[in-house]
């Protein structure tokens, strides 16, 4: 049998690859590793206890319907990393604001975490796979100081680490501190993340494309003959409607996920701070591609709100480059484009 490594020994092996102090980072994912153990427990069964459907504030800072499982999931989180003592701040999808944290006996955190608690939740309630998506930032302003605005406003190449943990069929945590993409698979017999998925390498192509086909009247010209083509290669469209969920997908069997700019969201839905970055962090490490669909490189967007918003096409790099050359090929003055 081979031997079990777990997340904490994985960390501890590859101090080497995490450039500030191991056991910073190691206090930091054990952390967010905790709050995903409590939060798959919640997920597993949400059906049986009260935390199914609508919360009663119905609705986030992007607008979007929140259900009771997020705001559990979102909890969590916080508390966890508020123990941390390594966490100065925190951005969530849940928060209209950021969050400070205070040391813990007068030490401040030298980490902020950006993250959706628990993205895709609107299919919670019909039993399809959800995740949280992180990404975790050294902060800029002084150690001294409480945490500012500026800490997060950082673009995704200033990442020190990113990752999700996707609940599915089973419980996987996949991370990157910028030497490659690893991904540890919860042992629930032991409650540890176990080494699963060594140096995970994204397929350079792949036969699936992931959209929501229902938009596609509503795409710009470029993006449509793009998806046309997809479907004259005879690729296989996978859409959950659960971001991290088409990206595992992807990162492991080679795709595209799209999600360009409509009429209703004319900057893109997917938000830039911690959806579309820490995502692309992982997949480029991986050996995959991410830019917007102006064709420029997601991580290097400049940020300027917690919950801006971006277009997105991440994944093989293949794929992501026939993307780009569509858009080049097909893409009209914005002044007509709308009588396509
Ligand atoms: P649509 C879930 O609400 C989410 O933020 C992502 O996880 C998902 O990829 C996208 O929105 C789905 O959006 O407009 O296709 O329902």
């Known amino acids: 049998m081979n031997q079990i490594v777990t997340l904490d020994e994985f960390i501890i092996r590859r101090q080497n ?91 401040q955190g030298k980490y902020i975490v950006v993250f959706d608690p628990l993205d895709g939740s609107s299919n919670i309630d019909v039993n399809v796979s959800v995740g949280t998506i992180f990404g975790i930032y050294r902060r800029k302003s002084k150690a001294t100081a409480t945490v500012e605005l500026n800490d997060f406003l950082q673009t995704g190449a200033e990442l020190v680490a990113a990752g999700y943990v996707l609940y599915g069929t089973s419980t ?12 540890f698979t919860l042992d629930p017999t032991i409650g ?16 699936y494309y ?13 993006m449509r003959r793009y998806i046309d083509n997809c479907c004259d290669e005879n690729l296989r469209l996978r859409y ?3 971001m991290v969920s088409d990206i595992h997908r992807i990162l492991f069997q080679g795709g595209i996920f799209l999600y360009p700019n409509t009429r209703k969201y004319p900057l893109g839905k997917l938000r830039l701070l911690y959806e579309c970055n820490p995502l692309s962090f992982i997949v480029e490490q991986a050996g995959g591609k991410a830019m917007n669909c102006q064709l420029k490189r997601i991580l290097d967007l400049p ?12 994944g093989s790099p293949a794929m992501v480059d026939d993307m780009k050359t569509f858009v080049e090929r097909y893409s009209l003055p914005a002044s007509i484009n709308e009588h396509v």
């Open 240 to 242: 959950i409607g659960s």
């Open 192 to 207: 540890e993340f176990c080494l699963s998925h060594q140096n995970i390498q994204i397929p350079k192509r792949g036969n």
């Open 17 to 107: 690859d995490f450039q500030y102090a191991t056991g910073e980072l190691t206090g930091l994912l054990r952390d967010i590793g905790v709050a995903a153990k409590i939060i798959n427990r919640e997920v597993n069964k949400a059906g049986l206890l009260n935390i199914l459907g609508t919360a009663q504030t119905s609705s986030n800072a992007s607008g979007d319907t929140v259900q009771k499982l997020d705001l559990y999931a979102n909890e969590k989180l916080i508390d966890c990393l508020k123990n941390s003592g390594e966490c100065c701040g925190i951005a969530s999808e849940e928060n209209e604001d950021f969050i400070p944290i205070e040391g813990i006996t007068g030490k």
């Open 172 to 183: 996987l945590l996949v991370y990157s501190t910028g030497n490659g993409v690893n991904g």
């Open 303 to 314: 940020i300027s709100q917690l919950h801006q918003k971006a277009t997105i096409a991440i």
């Open 210 to 222: 992931s959209v929501n086909q229902g938009y596609y009247l509503k795409f710009d010209v470029e």
